[in-house]
């Protein structure tokens, strides 16, 4: 999966969260709780959303690594990786 | 037409979900409407079969208004007068007859002998030929306005449709908060009891529970905290419940959730019989009302039957929150932001994570002692979270 498809995954779960965000204006450093204005129940429904379309389970320790676009692309994209590894 | 509030004077019918001939029943969802808190799904409350759908899909319609007719099951054998033009027993829908009757009559009730109406309605209703004591009245105090009269009037033609509201209106929604704030405040004599708690116990319990679960099963700190009001709740039942003319404890617990909407606006929908329910379930429950709450999917019970409301601030801000009673309900459990403070434990002095609550009850029904034992029995909760 490229880095292009994660952004575009991870943005679709975003706006599905929070419809009055608009994918073309999200910034890559913003932060989905302090800028976007997430709650907890959106955090958990983002990652619930990332696990079931990327197979990826991400522990709330890691919560902060896909606070914004660029941490997320980034981290998601490690893990796919590792995951594809075995 | 059911009230969805007591700031509420109407709604407009936006989609029948049934058709002449439908079988329904009791609690199944028959129609949308929009409110100036966004959609709503309306329950039936009788069982039986749609037999008209007397109002039109874009009217607004003030409450108490007949939405349908339903013939019922079976004969209603309590009915006080042969009607004999009734070829069975005909309930008009949705007038929330258990829903405690918000914007119903102050204390006191109807004027001796007499039935409340402004002299404008009176007029109307003479013109119209409409019989005011059938009429369910939405003004204040329950008084029957012109709106209601007009509304109970036979179309003499169809009109034309106003404009149907679609999604939510912010500047209404603020409308319909300021209206239940005011009337809590000029209505329900507040006090409110504070404690600050050590968090961490309940810290650490979600964090070994959520370790190693996928997303769909973990725990949020709110669900906790609902539990144990719950049970708290439970514990006093002098603070579940509603106040109408005198307090009405409630046998079930409909914990009222205070759910920010994105964008602005509040609304607080209650997880009816959340008495019965486990953690996971509230957790469930919870995701599904704040979801639904925020797509303009909620329910008339949920925004009617709840009997004690929890608000939450979250995870980072405040430290407290002195909240306003949601009428007819008695109380309302504030909680703040959770903070990094300086503790004492076993005698020393050690940062803790703290968590500050709030509850805000209503003097008609309850004092201090009451109260303080109702954020007794919360705080010993959230403190033993393998208890909930």
Known sequence: ??????????????????????????????HIQTDLALDSMDVLNLVTALHDRLGVNIPEGDYPQIATVALAVDYLGRMIALKSKG | MPSLGSDMESAVLAEWLVQPGDTVTRGDVIAVVETQKGAIEIEVYESGTVTE????????????????????????????????????????????????????????????????????????????????????????????VLADVEAAAPAPAPEPEKPRRRGLDLDEMRKAIANAMSRANREIPHFHLSQTFDLTPAADFLTAHNAGKPP??????????????????????????????GFRPSDTVNIGLAVALRGGGLVAPALIGAEAMDLAQIMAGMRDLVSRA???????????????????????????????????????????????????????????????VTLAADHRVADGRIAAGFLTEFISLVSAPERL
């Open chain 2, 216 to 245: 769909a099963e973990r725990l949020l700190m709110a669900a906790l905290y609902l539990r144990a009001a719950v049970g708290a709740a439970r514990a006093v039942p002098e603070l579940n419940g509603w106040y109408e003319d």
């Open chain 2, 294 to 356: 925020r797509a303009g999917r909620l329910r008339n019970s949920e925004m009617t039957q709840g009997t004690l409301t929890v608000s939450a601030l979250g995870e980072t801000g405040p430290e407290a929150m002195a909240g306003v009673i949601f009428p007819p309900q008695v109380a309302l459990l504030g909680i703040g932001a959770p903070q990094l403070r300086p503790w004492v434990v076993d005698g020393q002095v050690i940062p803790r994570q703290v968590l500050t």
């Open chain 2, 53 to 144: 759908l007397t109002a039109r899909v874009g009217t607004e319609l003030p409450v108490g208004a007949p939405l349908a007719v339903i013939a019922a099951e079976r004969e209603d054998a309590a009915e006080p007068e042969g009607k004999s033009q009734a070829p069975a027993a005909e309930t008009p829908v949705a007038k929330a007859p258990e829903a405690p009757p918000m914007g119903g009559l102050p204390p006191g009730g109807l004027p001796p002998g007499g039935i409340a109406a402004s002299p404008a309605a009176r007029v109307r209703a003479q013109a119209l030929g409409v019989d005011l004591a059938a009429l369910t009245g939405s003004g204040p105090g329950g008084a029957v």
């Open chain 1, 1 to 30: 999966m490229t880095p292009t498809e994660i952004r575009t995954t991870y943005l679709e779960e975003l706006v599905a969260i929070a419809p009055d965000l608009d994918a073309d204006t999200v910034g890559d450093n913003d």
